[in-house]
């Protein structure tokens, strides 16, 4: 009786522990308002399902000062971070729940894949530019996946940003 009771123990304390260690998730899409904290202060200069070279835009493009600094829009796992194709560096954050949040844009990123970050943690930089001068602009490039497939992530996020 004593050694199930120990076993029961460990075996409960390894559900707390597994528990922490995931992320809490979204709640359901039903009510997808404001849970995310914007990644960086800026205005959107690409809405979701805006037309692209590659079709439909599967994500949202912010536009921001000079190396403005880029947050975690949620709390969870950094599982990506690096360069990527030619997105340059990207960063993903496993959200939990299924949801993971694709970044991209950065000039510089500060968080490293595995890492644990909070809502409002920093993730890197933008690119520095001179607002004087015409020309492109670096945009902030984020995605919303909810089990792999990209859902609007603008009546998720909340004013505010980095």
Known sequence: ??????????????????????????????QPKGQLQA????????EWGAATEA????GVSFQAAPDARVVAPCGGRVVF????????????????????????GFER?????????????PLGAMPNWDPSQAGRRPAL????????????PLPWLRAGGG
């Open 55 to 58: 079709g439909p835009a599967t």
């Open 109 to 121: 990123l500060d968080a490293r894949a595995g890492q644990a970050v909070r809502a409002g943690e």
């Open 39 to 46: 990644p960086v202060a800026g205005r959107v200069v690409r």
């Open 141 to 152: 490039y984020v995605e919303l996946r909810q089990d792999g497939q990209p859902t609007n």
């Open 81 to 104: 971070a690096d360069r990527f194709r030619s997105y340059g560096l990207l960063a993903i954050v496993d959200c939990g729940g299924g949801y993971h949040m694709v970044l991209s």
């Open 1 to 30: 009786a004593e050694r199930r009771k120990q076993q029961a123990e460990a075996d409960a304390a390894r559900d707390r522990e597994a528990a922490l260690a995931r992320p809490p998730g979204l709640p359901p899409q039903s």
